[in-house]
């Protein structure tokens, strides 16, 4: 069972570019790393999702070491709205995949 | 919008009543989930659907029914619950099940509280 292990908290200022590392140390060959954002009283919502190296879209980059047992996700130039926690997902295969969502980190931008 | 819709967004019972939440989702996925979380603590995996079937029951107690008419509808039926369990219920559905590079789409919960 592959188990993240995320930073609690992080603050950061508003333009600033916010780095959040996960470690899995006993990721499989198979699993995925997914990252999610969710809101106060919503659900989580998908940022991005990696195997190897490095990943990026329109909202963030995933970053994934060769040996894989660690993922970082970076936000550019954060704003006050990208204030939430966010989780660290590393899908595991017992008979058939399963995400278990871990502690995951809560963000707070300042002004 | 995630073209997951959860009703109601808030709801509160109490310990011997019997209510169900619903869950729709628009997007032609296969795969469908209830996730219980409670305040301080990570999402929690219930149960799991895929093409209408049960395929993962995690030791919920029985007082959580789950129900999958069709690939777009999932209830979860309650009785008789406790206040312990009062928390934040989700439900998401993906392409399938059984991926590693599947991706979840959440609907935004519904708030319950049991007194």
């Known amino acids: 069972l592959a188990k993240t292990t995320q930073p609690i908290s992080m603050d950061s200022y508003e333009g600033q570019e916010v780095n959040i590392t996960c470690s899995h140390n006993?990721?499989?060959?198979?699993?995925?790393i997914t990252w999610y954002q969710q809101f106060p009283s919503q659900g989580p919502r998908f940022i991005i999702q990696?195997?190897?190296t490095k990943v990026t879209n329109e909202v963030a980059s995933l970053f994934i070491p060769a040996d894989r047992k660690s993922s970082t996700l970076s936000l550019p130039r954060v704003s006050l709205s990208d204030t939430a926690v966010y989780y660290c997902?590393?899908?595991?295969?017992?008979?058939?995949?399963?995400?278990?969502f871990g502690t995951g980190t809560r963000l707070k931008v300042l002004a | 919008e995630t073209g997951v819709t959860q009703t109601p967004r808030h709801l509160v019972m109490g310990m011997t009543n019997k209510k169900s939440l619903k869950c729709e989702q628009h997007?032609?996925?296969?795969?469908m989930y209830w996730y219980k979380q409670s305040a301080k603590k990570p999402l929690e995996l219930m149960f799991v659907?895929?093409?209408?079937?049960?395929?993962e029951n995690n030791s919920v107690p029985s007082r959580f029914s789950p129900e999958c008419p069709n690939s777009s509808h999932l209830f979860l039926h309650l009785h008789t619950l406790q206040p312990e369990d009062s928390a934040l219920y989700l439900c998401?559905?993906?392409?399938?099940?059984?991926?590693?590079?599947?991706?979840?789409?959440f609907g935004q919960g519904t708030r319950l509280t049991v007194v």
């Open positions: 998401a559905s993906s392409q399938s099940h059984g991926q590693g590079d599947t991706e979840a789409f």
């Open positions: 006993n990721i499989a060959t198979n699993d995925y």
């Open positions: 990696g195997y190897k």
């Open positions: 997902l590393v899908g595991y295969l017992s008979g058939t995949y399963k995400y278990i």
């Open positions: 997007l032609g996925h296969n795969a």
């Open positions: 659907y895929s093409l209408e079937e049960r395929v």
